[in-house]
């Protein structure tokens, strides 16, 4: 797109929010949209912080400002309302964003220094898999007209989509999917844009086609679950608010927690066994379990099976 006049945000527009997106779209081109996509919604994230700072022009971005929002970022994944992976995506942003209007990497920092290392395998079973708590949040979520939250994390614990691929999912075109073929092929929203080149198939059974069923009646005429009058970083920051707000109360965390229980149950679907997260030890030979997480892989969208641990507990 290019630099479009004056010195304000290094040139790349009056408003911080629209030159981190002009620079990102220099810097990929006209292709990597899904990781422009997700770059520009957490560069909102700092632009607010940098507001609330008093600055409004990336010029006067300094390593304070960055090594500040990180702490900021750290108070939040101590205090639970975030976990550390994320956390480290929006430091990871700011670099880049950072990098790409100024042209430096002067005021690049280290997610892991500041908001800590990710937890690369889970030890605790997720909160999610008993349904009878999840159940008792949803029914509040619908007792206060969150119908579309609610829908999406039905859609999260039973196909284990992310956050962004349970919202932009065609709920109605994934019905016909599930009931002609008995599976779903997850493909909006992907991380890294891999839906279009790469199938995703998840299995279906009938507690999923009635919980695709609702979802299609909540979606309506709509293309998914982001409600229209809505911009998808208005309906993120609205349906986390209201998930923490809602979900604390009943001991869930946050909605990735509901994608780890869809792996569990799907390890034990497999393999026979609980996964190695819940029981605390790997309970079947190896060759089954790297079966099985080859399969967990597929469907949870990952390219490398040793992410699946994160999920399901440790292979040894």
């Given at each position: 797109?290019?630099?479009?006049?004056?010195?304000?945000?290094?040139?790349?527009?009056?408003?911080?929010?629209?030159?981190?997106?002009?620079a990102?779209?220099?810097?990929?081109?006209?292709?990597?949209?899904?990781?422009?996509?997700?770059?520009?919604?957490?560069?909102?994230?700092?632009?607010?912080?940098?507001?609330?700072?008093?600055?409004?022009?990336a010029?006067?971005?300094?390593?304070?400002?960055?090594?500040?929002?990180?702490?900021?970022?750290?108070?939040?994944?101590?205090?639970?309302?975030?976990t550390?992976?994320y956390?480290?995506?929006l430091?990871?942003?700011?670099?880049?964003?950072?990098?790409?209007?100024?042209g430096?990497?002067?005021?690049?920092?280290?997610?892991?220094a500041?908001?800590?290392?990710?937890?690369?395998?889970?030890?605790?079973?997720?909160?999610?898999?008993?349904r009878?708590r999840l159940?008792?949040?949803?029914?509040?979520?619908?007792?206060?007209?969150?119908?579309?939250?609610a829908a999406?994390?039905?859609?999260?614990?039973?196909?284990?989509?992310?956050?962004?691929?349970?919202?932009?999912?065609?709920?109605?075109?994934?019905?016909?999917q599930?009931?002609?073929?008995?599976?779903?092929?997850?493909?909006e929203?992907t991380?890294?844009?891999?839906?279009?080149?790469?199938?995703?198939?998840?299995?279906?059974?009938?507690?999923?086609?009635w919980i695709?069923?609702?979802?299609a009646?909540v979606?309506?005429?709509?293309?998914?679950?982001?409600?229209?009058?809505?911009?998808?970083?208005q309906?993120?920051?609205h349906?986390?608010?209201?998930?923490?707000?809602?979900?604390?109360?009943?001991?869930?965390r946050g909605?990735?927690?509901?994608?780890?229980?869809?792996?569990?149950?799907r390890?034990?679907?497999?393999t026979g066994a609980?996964?190695?997260?819940?029981?605390g030890?790997?309970s079947?030979?190896?060759?089954?379990?790297?079966?099985?997480?080859?399969?967990i892989?597929?469907?949870?969208?990952?390219?490398?099976?040793?992410?699946?641990?994160?999920?399901?507990?440790?292979?040894?």
């Amino acid at each position: 797109m290019g630099k479009i006049g004056g010195r304000r945000n290094f040139g790349y527009g009056k408003q911080m929010a629209w030159a981190g997106k002009n620079a990102l779209a220099d810097r990929y081109g006209g292709g990597r949209y899904a990781t422009r996509a997700a770059h520009a919604e957490r560069w909102q994230r700092f632009v607010a912080f940098a507001r609330e700072a008093g600055i409004r022009d990336a010029r006067q971005v300094d390593r304070e400002l960055v090594t500040a929002y990180g702490r900021h970022l750290a108070d939040q994944v101590r205090q639970g309302q975030m976990t550390v992976s994320y956390a480290q995506n929006l430091l990871s942003t700011v670099n880049v964003v950072l990098e790409a209007l100024r042209g430096d990497r002067r005021l690049r920092v280290s997610p892991a220094a500041l908001v800590g290392q990710r937890a690369h395998v889970r030890s605790t079973a997720p909160a999610g898999l008993e349904r009878e708590r999840l159940e008792r949040v949803l029914q509040e979520l619908k007792g206060r007209d969150e119908t579309r939250i609610a829908a999406m994390a039905d859609l999260a614990r039973e196909l284990g989509p992310r956050f962004r691929e349970a919202s932009l999912l065609d709920a109605r075109g994934a019905l016909v999917q599930a009931r002609h073929l008995g599976r779903v092929n997850i493909t909006e929203g992907t991380k890294g844009g891999r839906g279009r080149e790469v199938d995703r198939w998840v299995p279906v059974t009938e507690r999923v086609l009635w919980i695709l069923t609702r979802a299609a009646e909540v979606q309506g005429e709509g293309r998914n679950l982001v409600p229209g009058a809505m911009s998808f970083s208005q309906w993120k920051a609205h349906a986390y608010h209201v998930w923490s707000s809602v979900a604390g109360q009943h001991g869930l965390r946050g909605f990735h927690d509901l994608r780890a229980a869809y792996a569990c149950e799907r390890y034990r679907q497999l393999t026979g066994a609980v996964a190695p997260a819940v029981a605390g030890r790997r309970s079947v030979d190896k060759m089954t379990d790297r079966a099985a997480r080859q399969v967990i892989s597929r469907e949870l969208g990952h390219g490398r099976i040793e992410v699946v641990a994160a999920y399901v507990g440790s292979a040894r």
